[in-house]
């Protein structure tokens, strides 16, 4: 059956029941605010411009808030069992990773979306600009892209929960040393045509392990 | 004795190379060898086994003995470690893809999406099996299992024998040629299994289904199978027609191949 | 059976005598290193300079390591013969322990270099990446155990972990481009009388993994023998 909308159908059950409980989303927007607020306590006292750890600190936000995101996604439908439902369909198994992906890149953008501007107002500064809004679009697209299939790896071990974060950090380690760096340099007021370098390098990745993602999720699912 | 009559005609059958002679029909179903081991433990030790175009084929066995999983092998769900499984003439490792769109699967977990309708739920599983006019066929269903009252209900208020209709529901949604049903009453009470069996022997006898089912109630079983087969170890132990063979003659049988030792 | 043990057992004997050559070629034959300029770089400097003869080597082991296990677990996904597990998870064993030794022997030789335990250039950086990457290996592998699944499950992972390390890399030396680090961990050009014990050293050590690797999957095979016996004997 056709792969997209296989795909597009995936995209919409999860935002459909997504709408409905907020589960998902409720738990990762308060993570994220609670990791910058910590951060927040953690360096006023010793650090002279806070701009300076803005940067490692929005990253980091965002890496827990969506690892949190990562694990919710899959566990729902493993403890239900209806991850065997969507095997039974007769489409490509890629299409549930694409869905998934798709799913949790969405719900991540959101949540970045309202932690963007509690940020401006916690440390009196702007990151709404588009470059910026770019980089955060394909670093979340990386994060995205690894961690549904890290997190379908994950959801089937005996450590569940805990071995997510160790399995894709370490892989992720680009996209949140580049995307650290834009952000650092947008806010030092370095232009587009600066990041530009580092923004295509990005992408590479998400290429890369997307196509990576989409030869090897058949072996993940499979039994 | 009429059950030891029983018996030798039963056994010959079951000696004998899977069913079917020249001549016949191509089976719906064919299982070559089939083999299954989860690392070192082998839980299916070669099965040979041909079903029948519409054809209903009842399984029994003790648990442990490989019911599931050679049910989630005739599903797609799960990959033989040796041996070949063909459905409509494909091979499934092949073909994978294309045969799942020809099977219907109830299974004892209801594979249903808790925060959606009823009606939501079929209408996510109608666009993943790409069916022409969705809308129809979901009301139609609906009306079948008799949830058409609760269809905008979220399946999280559902009962059991509720969700288990409507996991009838959406197995037969895309019209498939073979439902592979896994012991679908368990956790309901009377009342509600009779309901579901009836629901599914008036959609197997429709279309000529070819139907699998594993179940655990010999009476049941027996009376709506045109086949019986007992799965012991991993092993088809015995495998006869249906007819005659009430659950009198069966218990023996059943004791027989299961209580005997390994 | 008999010949392939002989044959190990003499790579084994060859592997030993080699390493023992190259420690002597390292620390007494090889020349002292000079500084950038040519000058002298005083005793403590000198004598620590000696273990680049040991820890790009170890280095080198570590990533073709990585690469083996990347390879054979390509080699498991495709044929499900569980050999190329085995070597999978033996090479990652060796890997991680040259690692370490890559990780241990930068920090040693950065204390007399620069006065610091520790530099986070890009090679170091990226090591200790790669660390990671082996020990989040062993925990997939740890924490799951049905051996098919678990096979799978670390060759997917095998996979990404080693096409991440690259990317890695460079990600970080970019990063160091805007925000320069004082030292670079790799400063001493190799003159032309260390180079012969260098790439000497180099050889060794890939004779060194290659018996490891050997000697480990023997084990692993063996064991996979004992556990299968014992299944069959009903333990």
Known sequence: MNFWHAVGAIVWKDIRAEARTKDIFSSMFVFALLSVIVFNFAFQLRVADMKSVVPGMLWVAISFAGTLGLNRAFVIEMDKGSLAGLLLAPMDRAAIYFGKTLGNLLFMLIVEAVLLPLIMIFFNLSL???PHLLVLLLGTIGFAVVGTIFSAIAVNTRARDVLLPILLFPVLVPVLVSGANMTGMLLDGYGFRDILGNLQFVLFYDLVFAVLAYLTFDFVVEE | ???????????????????GEAGDPPPMIELRKVTKAFGRKMVLRGIDLNVAVGESLVIFGPNGAGKTTLIRIL???SRPTGGTLRVGGLNMATHSDGIRGHLGVVSHAPLLYDSLTGEENLRFFASLYGLANPEARIMSMLEQVGLVQRRK??????????????AIARAVLHDPEVLLLDEPDTGLDPQAAEMLHDLLARLGRESDRTIITITHSLERGLSTADRVALLVNGRIAFLADAQGLGPQEFRPLYDQYVGGGR | MQRSEQTLTTLTVIAGLAVLVAAYLALVVA?????PS??????????????IYFHVPSAWVSMLAFAVTMVASIGYLRTGNQRWDIAALSSAEIGIAFTIAVL????????????TWWTWDPRLTTYTIVFLLYVSYFMLRGSMDDPARRARFAAVYGIFAFVSVPITFFSIRWWRTIHPVLFDAQNFGLSSGMKPVFFYCLATFTLLYMVFLLHRMRLEETREEVEELKEQLGY
């Open chain 3, 38 to 51: 040519g000058q002298n770089l005083g005793p403590d400097l000198t004598a620590a300079q000696r273990i």
């Open chain 3, 31 to 35: 020349p002292p290193a000079l500084g």
């Open chain 2, 153 to 166: 209900d979220l399946v999280r208020t559902y009962s059991r024998g509720m969700v288990q209709r409507l």
């Open chain 2, 75 to 77: 599903a797609g769900l």
């Open chain 2, 1 to 19: 004795m009429a059950a030891d009559a029983v018996l030798r005609q039963r056994e010959d059958v079951s000696n004998g190379s899977p069913a």
């Open chain 1, 128 to 130: 709404f600009s588009v």
């Open chain 3, 104 to 115: 241990g022997s930068g920090s040693v030789w950065a204390k007399p270099a620069w006065n």
